[in-house]
């Protein structure tokens, strides 16, 4: 049987309230390890299955900030980006995670672990992202840098 591909969704609430159960079953922290990691794996994975669509970088983040809106994910924006180093911003309006959840610090655990998949494989390197701002804390928009990891 050929495997079937295509989309689901959920309402911003459920993956909210998925959140809140993996807290009680383990912790926040380790919730939050949950989610980065596991996303990833599904950045890493996109990257993969997409790279024949572009040829350059700029192209790759093009393609990742339509798709993303496209999926009603939030509106991506890359900024100061160096090419060469693999290091910038990242801007969202309106993200999925922060819609889905209100806290009292960054929480966008999933779209973080996503852009590092995707970005690691698009640089060629482990390409660690911290969400410097939060929608759901209050924050404008959430707004991610990402680099390098350092030794």
């Given at each position: 049987?050929?495997?079937?591909?295509?989309?689901?969704?959920?309402?911003?609430?459920?993956?909210?309230?998925?959140?809140?159960?993996?807290?009680?079953?383990?912790?926040?922290?380790?919730?939050?390890?949950?989610?980065?990691?596991?996303?990833?794996?599904?950045?890493?994975?996109?990257?993969?299955?997409?790279?024949?669509e572009f040829n350059?970088?700029?192209?790759?983040?093009?393609?990742?900030?339509?798709?993303?809106?496209?999926e009603n994910w939030?509106?991506?924006?890359?900024?100061?980006?160096?090419?060469?180093?693999?290091?910038?911003?990242?801007?969202?309006?309106?993200?999925?995670?922060?819609?889905?959840?209100?806290?009292n610090q960054p929480?966008?655990?999933?779209?973080?672990?996503?852009?590092?998949?995707?970005?690691?494989?698009?640089?060629?390197?482990?390409?660690?992202?911290?969400?410097?701002?939060?929608?759901?804390?209050?924050?404008?928009?959430?707004?991610?840098?990402?680099?390098?990891?350092?030794?």
């Open positions: 049987m050929k495997a079937r591909e295509g989309n689901f969704t959920f309402q911003f609430e459920t993956f909210g309230q998925i959140e809140n159960a993996l807290e009680l079953i383990f912790s926040p922290s380790a919730t939050s390890a949950i989610l980065y990691t596991t996303a990833i794996k599904c950045g890493v994975h996109l990257y993969q299955k997409t790279k024949k350059k970088k700029e192209e790759a983040l093009n393609y990742l900030s339509s798709l993303k809106k496209e939030g509106k991506m924006s890359f900024q100061e980006v160096d090419l060469k180093n693999g290091s910038g911003r990242v801007i969202i309006d309106d993200s999925f995670e922060a819609m889905a959840r209100k806290t929480s966008c655990h999933f779209f973080r672990g996503f852009i590092a998949g995707f970005l690691s494989e698009l640089f060629k390197k482990t390409i660690i992202v911290t969400e410097e701002k939060c929608a759901g804390k209050g924050d404008k928009h959430c707004e991610f840098i990402f680099g390098e990891q350092q030794a």
